[in-house]
């Protein structure tokens, strides 16, 4: 499926980065959820590196454009303190994005062993 751009879709803010404690991560991402809702973040997704537990992808599903920039420069989140107490040197990239093209497929069987 094709959407065109500013149709009006969710919009995506994801970033990767590493993590000291992923456990602890987690914990400080679940005590801001309502923050996160305050600013108009309407899902968010963490995923865990296979290969190395301590990396993870964060993605927030925003309603519009607006919402994912004001969430950036909100003081009651403060990425850049928060990324600070993550002792990042480095602050990672945010890729903010709108789908354009969304393809389903069939699931795979299950891997022969």
Do not use: C
């Not at 149709?7 to 994801?14: D, N």
């Not at 809702?37 to 599903?61: C, I, K, P, Y």
């Amino acid at each position: 499926m094709n959407t065109e751009r500013g149709s009006g879709a969710m919009v995506y803010l994801v970033t990767i980065f590493p993590v000291p404690d992923y456990d602890e991560y987690t914990a400080q991402i679940d005590r801001s959820a309502d923050k996160f809702a305050r600013l108009g973040a309407t899902r968010q997704w963490v995923l865990r590196a296979t290969d190395d537990g301590r990396e993870v992808m964060n993605v927030f599903e925003f309603p519009s454009v607006e919402h994912a920039k004001a969430f950036l420069r909100s003081p009651d989140i403060d990425v850049p303190r928060f990324l600070d107490s993550l002792t990042l040197e480095i602050y990672p990239t945010f890729f903010l994005g709108e789908p354009t093209v969304v393809r389903e497929f069939p699931p795979a069987p299950p891997p022969e062993e």
